[in-house]
Nanobody, 121 residues
Framework: QVQLVESGGGSVQAGGSLRLSCAAS????????MGWYCQAPGAQRELVAD???????NYADSVEGRFTISRDDANNMVYLQMNSLKPEDTGVYYC???????????????WGQGTQITVCS
């Protein structure tokens, strides 16, 4: 069983910064893809940033230049550094990872429980 747990969320004033962390635990052999998603009030869940092993971050147009995704494969961690936050960034943020639980097994997508980010003007 694989579990993802987000941390670092909360409330912040516009222009401030937050750093989200997502820790993966369980029977993990490797993690190919890591991503952060946001579900704003009244909207569907959308990809914010993602990264594959050995690659660089990919970002939604709305956050490019402000957010940075990074991964620490040695510790099964993915981070989202969020700078210059705007009220429009408010929403529930989820981490999602494609995890292999064995060398001969295909990857499977797992989701965290989500963490609330509120940006106040």
């Amino acid at each position: 069983q694989v579990q993802l747990v987000e941390s670092g969320g909360g409330s912040v004033q516009a222009g401030g910064s937050l750093r989200l962390s997502c820790a993966a635990s369980g029977a993990i052999f490797s993690i190919n893809h890591m991503g952060w998603y946001c579900q704003a009030p009244g909207a569907q869940r959308e990809l914010v940033a993602d990264i594959i092993v050995g690659g660089s971050g990919n970002y939604a147009d709305s956050v490019e230049g402000r957010f940075t995704i990074s991964r620490d494969d040695a510790n099964n961690m993915v981070y989202l550094q969020m700078n210059s936050l705007k009220p429009e960034d408010t929403g529930v943020y989820y981490c999602s990872e494609d995890v292999r639980t064995g060398a001969a097994r295909p990857s499977r997508q797992y989701w965290g429980q989500g963490t609330q980010i509120t940006v106040c003007s």
